[in-house]
């Protein structure tokens, strides 16, 4: 039965590690795998992503819901709270508070919510202290699926995430390979039909203790480091960008095809206002 998907959230549904210059944003991501799936089991299937990287979940609340709502959905996905969670000083009641709120708005309006647990992504000890919180999100998620009758995909029980090769090199989101297996998850769960298949990289053999700390200091000082250097100057990447599908699109009609539609509409949009 053919409905209309919506997706809101930040960069984990935006799509940002599944880098393709043929989509908007220069992403695709797990949301356009499986909206591209739904097409193909239905081509009424409807589709519209306003995901933005680096959006904290107050953001999406102000800014996502009621935009998505206003499509008439009747399946919404929801990630919200990572970045939150990567910021120490976040209270977390208050946090879930806000999630719970948010979940419970789009129930209301009759759409059904999918919700996601967050990995215990494979990082530096650094991010060693994260952990707790992310197991508190989990938890909140878990029962709150539970009380609005949600979908959920609970992310955090897939162990073939601990595989490097299903991340980017950031570390922090998630490789081609991460996004078309969750696709695939995300997908079984609903009980959709498709045609993926993991791909999972091969492992990478020991690269010994001097090219492991090498590595180590690389990623720091190009991931890391510049991260919460935006953090501190309250900037973050995805101050500029616009939502990669902001009306709903048929997926059925080729997905490239809508992205080389959308771009020839904004240019002409601002040869026009130019002019």
């Known amino acids: 039965m053919a409905g209309r998907y919506v997706a809101i959230g930040d960069s984990f549904t935006e799509g940002v590690g599944d880098w393709n210059k043929s989509f908007p944003n220069g992403v695709r991501g797990w949301a356009d795998r499986v909206a591209k799936q739904l097409g193909r089991q239905d081509p009424r299937w409807e589709y519209a992503n306003l995901a933005i990287r680096s959006k904290r979940l107050h953001q999406i609340r102000d800014e996502q819901v009621e935009r998505a709502l206003a499509l008439k959905p009747t399946l ?8 939150d969670i990567l910021e120490l000083r976040t209270d977390m009641g208050a946090l879930m508070r806000e999630y719970e709120a ?6 209301r309006a009759g759409a059904r919510p999918l919700l996601f647990t967050g990995f215990d992504i494979p990082l530096s000890p650094v991010f060693e202290p994260m952990k707790r919180r992310n197991w508190l999100y989990n938890d909140h998620v878990r029962r709150i699926a539970r009380t609005y009758d949600a979908v959920l995909v609970d992310y955090w029980c897939f162990d073939e995430y601990s595989d490097p090769g299903l991340w980017d090199a950031d570390r922090l989101h998630m490789s081609p390979a991460g996004h078309r297996n969750l696709a695939a998850h995300v997908l079984r769960i609903l ?3 498709h045609s993926l298949t993991p791909r999972l ?3 990478e053999g020991y690269a010994g203790l001097v090219a ?5 200091t690389t990623w720091l000082g190009e991931w890391v480091v510049p991260m919460f250097g935006r953090r501190l100057r309250r900037i973050t ?3 500029e960008l616009q939502p990669r ?4 699109v048929r997926p059925a009609d080729g997905m490239k095809r809508l ?3 959308q771009r020839e509409a904004s240019v002409r949009a601002r040869t026009s206002g130019g002019g």
């Open 259 to 261: 992205a080389r539609a």
């Open 191 to 193: 009980g959709v039909d």
């Open 76 to 83: 919404v996905s929801l990630y919200a709270g990572g970045n």
């Open 237 to 239: 990447l995805g101050d």
């Open 245 to 248: 599908w902001p009306e709903p």
């Open 201 to 203: 990289p091969e492992r």
């Open 102 to 107: 948010m979940v419970a708005r789009i129930a």
């Open 212 to 216: 492991g700390l090498r590595r180590e």
